[in-house]
T-cell receptor, first 113, second 111 residues
Framework: EAGVTQFPSHSVIEKGQTVTLRCDPISGHDNLYWYRRVMGKEIKFLLHFVKESKQDESGMPNNRFLAERTGGTYSTLKVQPAELEDSGVYFC???????????FGPGTRLTVT | DAKTTQPPSMDCAEGRAANLPCNHSTISGNEYVYWYRQIHSQGPQYIIHGLKNNETNEMASLIITEDRKSSTLILPHATLRDTAVYYCIVSIGTSYGKLTFGQGTILTVHP
């Protein structure tokens, strides 16, 4: 069984540009989470999808971040326009309904210059 | 979510048991204790979770005190590959629970 995959693994963009991160959860997992770690900080929750619906987006930092999960499969996280403080590692995790453990992807390292 | 307190770092000799403590004195009745770890810059990896009973799986054991205000993760025979940051997290559990990561404990296993 394939694990959670994320694309790209690294992205370097300039301030003001747009970047889209993609997460493919484990097949059949209804729950999908986005987290991020910015430099020197703890891993922070961003939002939670149940299928295609946003269950909790309390961690989204501002309206420059847009997450989607069309069809309840893969998810994208768009940052537009990117700012320097958005640099960090963005993790995606998934879990099946009723399960306890979250399976994390390898992360996307975003660098905004 | 309840806050957790962990020592910032610990050392362990290879082959010995690693005992990682965690305090969660404000845990509520419906909150579970989870342990995850992050090896180098990989994504966090689930280890074990429990509500009030002690739990064991192929990776580790979790000992929760009777008052549930603290717990200990035990890696019975630590290897060099167990060197990682270990996070103790309290969450409401199942698929509704977002994880709130703290600073964790950096465990270094020495040869």
């Amino acid at each position: 069984e394939a694990g959670v995959t994320q694309f790209p693994s690294h992205s370097v963009i300039e301030k003001g540009q747009t970047v889209t991160l993609r997460c493919d959860p484990i097949s059949g997992h209804d729950n999908l989470y986005w987290y991020r770690r910015v430099m020197g900080k703890e891993i922070k929750f961003l939002l939670h999808f149940v299928k295609e619906s946003k269950q909790d987006e309390s961690g989204m930092p501002n309206n420059r971040f847009l997450a989607e999960r069309t069809g309840g499969t893969y998810s994208t996280l768009k940052v537009q326009p990117a700012e320097l403080e958005d640099s960090g590692v963005y993790f995606c995790a998934s879990t099946s309904a009723g399960a306890y453990e979250q399976y994390f992807g390898p992360g996307t390292r975003l660098t905004v210059t | 979510d309840a806050k957790t307190t962990q020592p910032p770092s610990m050392d362990c000799a290879e082959g010995r048991a690693a005992n990682l403590p965690c305090n969660h004195s404000t845990i509520s009745g419906n909150e579970y204790v989870y342990w995850y770890r992050q090896i180098h810059s990989q994504g966090p990896q689930y280890i074990i979770h429990g509500l009030k009973n002690n739990e064991t799986n192929e990776m580790a054991s979790l000992i929760i005190t009777e008052d549930r205000k603290s717990s200990t993760l035990i890696l019975p025979h630590a290897t060099l590959r167990d060197t990682a940051v270990y996070y103790c997290i309290v969450s409401i559990g199942t698929s509704y629970g977002k994880l709130t990561f703290g600073q964790g404990t950096i465990l270094t296993v020495h040869p």
